[in-house]
């Protein structure tokens, strides 16, 4: 297959068998994990080949086919030092927690939709140790409805300042109006499940400031997201988009190091797609961002633990948790901090490297 391939045939990288060992040829990113495998990923004709190359097999091949500029550059997007976000270190996993003020979230809606509960909650997500609280006023589960300007930001913009004196804060939305106004209270980072597509004021309102940015994937909006998702191939496809945007926001002068990327599970995905994505979610690290996957309590979760409700789904949430770690995840955006927090010390625990 390598014999065929040529310049208009994509190739990707991916870091494959991410382990805890010192003798690692390779490391990924700022983690404790490395590797000496890549998994290639070709698409050739809408098709995709995959199979195993070792670092030298990988660079004799991109000698011999004049690409080797190509792959040591995405070789060094796999293996640069993620830099620190706001004072967010990525040199181990933090936990996102999870703060709707929305009357109709899939989880937890109306739980925290008055001002004085959203901020106690938050105040306890804190407490539990959260790395990052995401606060947001707009529900985005499946057949959900946007809700105006003006009600977002009541819902959220008290909130946003009280906690933003206490703990990082992100901001759950894609309106700039928003965007602008949570930045002026506090807010760090803007978690835009539209990757600053949605409102063609975004990416100005955002360029001029030092605010983070999460660009998420979704096909489709929150309304009809599930209506039929279709790929070529569902992570090609997410790490093509994924690149453009990435490449957007440097053309207006957001640098990499202000990004981190999510994949959106559960955003125009259905369980064939998530099985993909999860299964080769390391493939996401040759963006050369930090990797954010929010999986908690997703409905897949339910579907394949076979537990229909969502507050019965931490089992299930915490080994995918889990499963991420392994394959380096940096952020986990999680509704159960508490118990994710105690899964991960205790797998970090265990896969550090002996001294």
């Known amino acids: 297959m390598l014999k065929n391939i040529t310049h208009d045939d994509r190739v990707y990288i991916s870091p494959e068998g991410l382990r805890a060992d010192p003798n690692s040829m390779l490391k ?9 495998l890549f998994k290639i990923f070709i698409r050739k004709n809408k098709k995709t080949f995959t199979f195993n190359l070792t670092l030298d097999e990988l660079i004799n091949w991109a000698k011999k086919n004049n690409r080797t500029q190509e792959i040591e550059e995405k070789i060094h997007l796999i293996s640069v030092k993620r830099k620190s976000l706001h004072e967010l270190s990525f040199e181990s996993p933090s936990l996102m927690g999870v703060l709707n003020v929305t009357p109709d979230s899939f989880s937890d ?24 609280l995401d606060i947001g006023g707009q ?20 909130v946003v300042e009280s906690l933003a004196k206490k703990s990082l804060v992100s901001v759950d939305t894609n309106k700039s109006k928003i965007m602008n ?3 002026q209270v506090g807010a760090k980072i803007i978690n835009d499940i539209s990757s600053l597509t949605n409102d063609k004021d975004s990416i ?5 400031t030092s605010c983070g940015v999460i660009l998420m994937h979704s096909q489709g909006t929150p309304k009809d997201m599930q209506n039929n998702p279709n790929y070529d191939d569902v992570i090609l496809d997410i ?3 994924l690149e453009s945007r ?10 990499r190091t202000r990004l981190i990327v999510d994949p959106g599970i559960g955003f125009g995905k259905n369980d064939k797609h998530l099985k993909r994505i999860m299964k080769n979610i390391s493939l996401f690290h040759s963006l050369g961002c930090p990797l954010l996957v929010g999986s908690s309590r997703k409905s897949f979760i339910g579907r394949w633990g076979k537990m229909e409700k969502e507050n019965d789904r931490l089992g299930g949430s915490i080994s995918s948790a889990l499963w991420c770690l392994s394959q380096g995840v940096q952020v986990l955006r999680v509704h159960d901090v508490k118990e994710t927090l105690q899964a991960l010390n205790v797998w970090m625990r ?3 490297i002996e001294s």
Do not use: Q
């Open 109 to 132: 809606g109306g739980k925290y939709f008055s001002e004085k509960d959203a901020v106690k909650h938050g105040e306890f997500l804190i407490g539990e140790g959260v790395s990052i």
């Open 181 to 183: 106004d949570v930045i």
């Open 246 to 255: 990435i490449k957007i926001c440097a053309k207006y002068g957001i640098d």
């Open 204 to 208: 100005d309102r955002i360029c001029s």
């Open 28 to 36: 990924l990113g700022s983690s404790i994990l490395g590797f000496d």
């Open 139 to 158: 529900s985005t589960r499946p057949g959900s409805e946007p809700v105006t300007y003006v009600e977002e930001k009541n819902r959220i913009i008290k």
């Open 350 to 352: 265990i896969a550090e």
């Open 239 to 241: 790490f093509d988009y």
